[in-house]
């Protein structure tokens, strides 16, 4: 049984940071599929944002939404089983619950949220 505990969510002015992470357990292989997504309360019908994405393997580079290139940074501590989100230059826009999924081996690195079968419980994150 996968879960996936978000942390590091919280409240910060624009031009902030934050760092999510995200602790993974029950897999049974430690090359898996993982993202983060987010998207706004209220506005479910816009559906989920896919913002970063990588394969759990060492050296794996991640995938990234236009919209959070070159501002958010993807990263894995695999001896902890954990993906980290390094959040910089935060604008109000990026306002949103931020949750961490994931896809068991085989998988596809990918930013579409239909494709993840495991979730976690979301972290608010909110710049203002």
């Known amino acids: 049984h996968v879960q996936l505990v978000e942390s590091g969510g919280g409240l910060v002015q624009p031009g902030g940071s934050l760092r999510l992470s995200c602790a993974a357990s029950?897999?049974?292989?430690?090359?898996?599929?993982m993202a983060w997504f987010r998207h706004t309360p209220g506005k479910e019908h816009e559906g989920r944002e896919g913002?970063?994405?990588?394969?759990?393997?060492?050296?794996?580079?991640?995938d990234y939404a236009g919209s959070v290139k070159g501002r958010f940074t993807l990263s894995q501590d695999r001896a902890k089983n954990t993906l980290v989100l390094q959040m910089d230059s935060l604008k109000p826009e990026d306002t949103a619950v931020y949750s961490c999924?994931?896809?068991?081996?085989?998988?596809?690195?990918?930013?579409?949220?239909?494709?993840?079968?495991?979730w976690g419980q979301g972290t608010q994150v909110t710049v203002s």
């Open positions: 913002i970063a994405a990588i394969y759990t393997s060492a050296g794996s580079r991640p």
């Open positions: 999924a994931a896809q068991a081996s085989p998988c596809i690195v990918t930013l579409s949220a239909p494709m993840y079968d495991n």
């Open positions: 029950g897999f049974t292989d430690s090359r898996n599929c």
